[in-house]
């Protein structure tokens, strides 16, 4: 029972985060923005097991899809096969890492959610590139992708700290498979 309501506040809370993440002020001087989908995202494969991540990276998928979902002429510059090519890889990806860490830790949900956020924008940009032709990388580009996945590293702990203290993340599950670490399993 504690999977499906970690299953449902991690649902709720995918939408919000990218709620919140438009509200939040750009950081001077090239307006970089903090990302909280792909932190919340990293949390909610690596919490989750596989088959509920996968659907769980399937809702990730479809929302980010539909955020960056932008017609041009006719033809949509990013659809949603990216999206979700994306989030499912990068599921099976951080699940092969809880499995080989053992569980779920806070270093590993940081590197995780600043690898996610650092592929999205780069990716992003690459398509957006291939499909207006052209290459324009300069010193704000650059900031406006290392900005955010440094600050994923930030703020991937404290997102950890919150829900792991939130919501009982199967502990009891953990401990009595006989676990050592993490909520993950």
Known sequence: MNRVFLFLILALLLPLSLAVQDLLPSLPPFGERLLL???VFAFGVLALPLVPALGFALLA???QGLMLLQVQAGQSEIGLTLPVVFFLGWTI???????ATRGMSWELHAVGGALVTFTMIAGQFLTLCIKRGGFPVDLSILMRIAVPSVAAILLAPLLYLLLCSFVPLAADEAQ???MPKGPAH
């Open 176 to 178: 009595a498979g006989g």
């Open 37 to 39: 989908f792909p932190v």
């Open 93 to 99: 990806v951080l699940q092969m890492a809880s499995e």
């Open 61 to 63: 998928a479809l929302l």
